[in-house]
């Protein structure tokens, strides 16, 4: 099945640094790609679409210069937490849709959960 | 915007028990999703719906959409301790370029 690997899976920095978080598609190519955040015990909150080759799309409230991302390759797309502040600290999710017949089924990556000190 | 709202948010049964989990909207979707999530680990797709009243099962869940596209149910028969876990639904637009998550439901299954 498509599979969307995630890296890393957790990570711990100092506030004021950056932290980036992969996501590859295993096995499948993705043109877009999506990043979510998650606090505790709450669902999944879109934070941009990221597009292969061309600028990301961010969701109404989500800083584009604090939340950077890349998707250079049909493989890969990265997001930068730049100068993380404790309140970044959340579960961090992407995932990317499987284009079959009929099937509008999204994979997600495992997640990576940042902790900010 | 469209806005699914996802009932109960949180569920807490006996093995054996038979549950519903709802979600609904006032918007139409193209598609519905319901996934799984386990701590510390992304969702995992458990069914996609894409017509109007379509019903599926997985082994003991039965998922639903409703007629007209805009809410969805899963049911659980005689539920296991495995079961427990983050229940999510998401509807995916016309485009097939975005998808509305639900609230989550948070069911504990306990043995």
């Known amino acids: 099945g498509a599979v969307v690997s995630q890296h890393p899976s957790w990570v711990i920095c100092k506030s004021g640094t950056s932290v980036k978080i992969e996501c590859r598609s295993l096995d499948f190519q993705a043109t877009t790609m999506f990043w979510y955040r998650q606090f505790p015990k709450q669902s999944l909150m879109l934070m941009a679409t990221?597009?292969?080759?061309?600028?990301?799309?961010?969701e109404q409230g989500v800083e584009k210069d604090k939340f950077l991302i890349n998707h250079a390759s049909l493989t890969l797309s990265t997001l930068t937490v730049t100068s993380a502040h404790p309140e970044d600290s959340s579960f961090y999710i992407c995932?990317?849709?499987?284009?079959?017949?009929?099937?509008?089924?999204?994979?997600f990556g495992s997640g990576t959960r940042l902790t900010v000190v | 915007t469209q806005l699914l709202e996802q009932s109960p948010q949180f569920l807490s049964i006996q093995e054996g028990e038979n549950l519903t989990v709802y979600c609904n909207s006032s918007?139409?979707?193209?598609?519905l999703q319901w996934y799984r999530q386990e701590p510390g680990e992304g969702p995992v797709l458990l069914v996609t719906?894409?017509?109007?009243?379509e019903v599926k099962k997985l082994k003991r869940l039965t998922f639903q959409f409703g007629d007209a596209r805009k809410d969805s149910s899963l049911h659980i028969t005689a539920a296991q301790p495995g079961d427990t876990g983050l229940y999510l639904c998401?509807?995916?637009?016309?485009?097939?370029?975005?998808?509305?998550f639900g609230g989550g439901t948070r069911l504990m299954v306990k043995p």
């Open positions: 995932s990317a849709r499987v284009r079959a017949p009929r099937s509008y089924g999204y994979t």
């Open positions: 990221s597009n292969e080759g061309s600028k990301a799309t961010y």
């Open positions: 998401a509807g995916g637009n016309n485009a097939g370029n975005m998808l509305t």
């Open positions: 719906v894409v017509t109007g009243g």
């Open positions: 918007s139409v979707f193209s598609s």
